[in-house]
């Protein structure tokens, strides 16, 4: 239940509330729950406050700033949040279908099983950000930093993953199902029964990968060739599918020396 007090500042508008947020810096508001769809709160503050269970579907949150604020159960369908600052603020369970977080800051934020299919995640910085369970699913993440982020047992299924970087991000059990990986650094990730079926790729990067634990490979589309390192190679002990290397752009002469692998290793 939202402070009376807290929301009826909050109608005043953004100038009054970030006023009394730089007077009052150790408040902790209370906006739980309150209807704020469709409200205009570009520039507001909502750093530290408890937005859980709140509705700010199709809301403008252009530069907004969530710093640690709580927004479990937090329905953000279609809002804007172009430039938002939401580091380690808690979206778990959150709704953000449809939402423009463009250039967005998510580092360290939980953002477990919230539902962000078809979200607009371009340039936005996931470091070390928990996606874990999340739904997205044909959201477009062109050129965002998902270094260390962990998207285990995330569905990713017709995601956009152009230019996307991956280093050391955990992919366990992962559906990248019909993504695009075009462009994308995979680098020491964890990519154990992730799902690459149908997926696209080219020019894209696996640096110190086992690809041994990696469903569909074989069914992978290819736009271009890709960097397949030859650590990558010797971790997964010569047990990639010849038709992925093949198309890839691994020359015969490594597919060879890849057989040999895995006759000494049966």
Known sequence: MANPQHFELLMQGTTAWNDWKRQHPQELPDLSGVDLH????????????????????????RYATFHSAKLHNTNLSHAQLFNALLIRANLSRACLDDADMTRAVLSWANLSGADLKHAWLVEAQLTNTNLSTANLSDANLKRASLIVANLSQANLSNA?????????????????????????????????????????????????????????????????PSIISIDSLIRSEGNIPETFLREAGVPDAYIQFIRSLTKRNP
């Open 160 to 224: 956009e993953l152009f230019g996307t970087d991956l280093r050391h991000a955990i992919l366990h059990q992962t559906s990248l199902r019909g993504a695009v990986l075009c462009d994308a650094i995979l680098s020491k990730t964890d990519l154990r029964e992730a799902d690459f079926t149908d997926a696209l790729i080219g020019w894209t990067i696996f640096g110190d990968i086992d690809l041994r634990v990696v469903r569909g490979l074989e069914t992978v589309r290819h736009a271009s």
């Open 38 to 61: 469709n409200a205009d709160l570009r520039n507001i503050n909502f750093d530290r406050t408890d937005l859980r269970n709140a509705n700010l579907s199709s809301a403008n949150l």
